[in-house]
T-cell receptor, first 115, second 115 residues
Framework: NAGVTQTPKFRILKIGQSMTLQCTQD?????MYWYRQDPGMGLKLIYY???????DKGEVPNGYNVSRSTTEDFPLRLELAAPSQTSVYFC??????????????FGPGTRLTVT | AQSVTQLGSHVSVSEGALVLLRCNYS??????LFWYVQYPNQGLQLLLK??????LVKGINGFEAEFKKSETSFHLTKPSAHMSDAAEYFC?????????????FGTGTQLKVEL
């Protein structure tokens, strides 16, 4: 298993541009999550999904959108990039029906800079 | 709602010395607690977790943590620090709900190991 994969690894955007951060997991996990990490702030939940077609807002959803058309994929969309969205983005997944429903598996992250 | 407080954003120890990273949590229901480690420019790796059962939890790389309900703490320790332990450490709390097992992270502690 590749686990959770994220693309791209790095990206520089200009203010006002849009982009999609890709996240794919091959563990057949129902739950998927997007976090952003800022220095000294820990990780904050942006959006999460409990299954295909079902998404919900986390703690810091403004400026982002998500969709979940398949179990495997959970892309994060930035429509109008702003400098405040400069961050490292992590995707994670978990399986509520397994023997360890609490553990989340993280991807390697996407480092985004908006200038 | 749950929250996590990590005391000390930076901790420095000598190689071979005891490592103690502090974590206190707040939760209205029985919590599930995690410690993650992040090496430079990498994703998060699970060190150890407490869900139920024994309150002293052993993890990878010689780390352990003890869940103390009366003190609402989950401090991370390692008897003897190694240079390779230098990294950022995150404590997190989770509850499992119909909306997923969302993690709430602390702000992180940067561990420096000196010769």
């Amino acid at each position: 298993n590749a686990g959770v994969t994220q693309t791209p690894k790095f990206r520089i955007l200009k203010i006002g541009q849009s982009m999609t951060l890709q996240c794919t997991q091959d563990m057949n996990h129902n739950y998927m999550y997007w976090y952003r990490q800022d220095p000294g702030m820990g990780l904050k939940l942006i959006y999460y999904s409990v299954g295909a077609g079902i998404t919900d807002k986390g703690e810091v959803p403004n400026g982002y959108n998500v969709s979940r058309s398949t179990t495997e994929d959970f892309p994060l969309r930035l429509e109008l990039a702003a400098p405040s969205q400069t961050s490292v983005y992590f995707c994670a997944s978990s399986y509520p029906g397994g023997w360890d429903p609490y553990e989340q598996y993280f991807g390697p992250g996407t480092r985004l800079t908006v200038t | 709602a749950q929250s996590v407080t990590q005391l000390g954003s930076h901790v420095s120890v000598s190689e071979g010395a005891l490592v103690l990273l502090r974590c206190n949590y707040s939760s209205s229901v029985p919590p599930y607690l995690f410690w993650y480690v992040q090496y430079p420019n990498q994703g998060l790796q699970l060190l150890l977790k407490y869900t139920t059962g024994a309150t002293l939890v052993k993890g990878i790389n010689g780390f352990e943590a003890e869940f103390k309900k009366s003190e609402t703490s989950f401090h991370l320790t390692k008897p003897s620090a190694h240079m390779s332990d230098a990294a950022e450490y995150f404590c997190a709390v989770s509850i499992l709900t119909g909306g997923g097992n969302k993690l709430t992270f602390g702000t992180g502690t940067q561990l420096k190991v000196e010769l």
